[in-house]
């Protein structure tokens, strides 16, 4: 899972909303409430990780399997959003939220996020 989301990530940094589009359409198809939770819980360790691999003592530590490699260091105030994003995302698709707008409305503010593109 950590694979899928550090290329939703990357996705979303590069800001390229065509393959956004067509990756959200795929994960769409998934129809599985606990792998879209895996998905966004995926994605807040990585960016949690990326963040903490460029403190002094950080290292790898925190990691559990493959690493997303962010374009530019995460802050402290781009970590917290993604985390409350992802919380959010969370918690929508526990409550049956349509999960197309829940995945593109993450990959919207994500891009905002980590590629600093607002839309």
Do not use: H
Not at 32 to 47: H, N, P, S, T, W
Not at 65 to 70: D, E, I, M, Q, T
Not at 86 to 109: F, H, K, M, P, Q
């Amino acid at each position: 899972m950590r694979g899928e989301a550090a290329a939703f990530l990357d996705l979303c940094a590069d800001g390229d909303w065509m393959a956004i589009a067509k990756r959200i359409d795929e994960m769409v198809e998934w129809k599985d409430l606990d792998r879209y939770e895996k998905f966004f819980g995926a994605i807040m360790e990585l960016v949690r990780d990326a963040f903490l691999r460029e403190l002094p003592a950080g290292g790898d530590v925190f990691s559990s399997g493959p690493v997303w490699r962010a374009k530019k260091t995460p802050s402290p105030a781009a970590v917290e959003k993604v985390l409350d994003l992802c919380g959010r995302s969370i918690v929508a698709v526990r409550g049956y939220a349509n999960i197309l707008l829940v995945l593109a409305g993450g990959a919207i503010e994500l891009a905002e996020v980590i590629g600093a593109k607002k839309q």
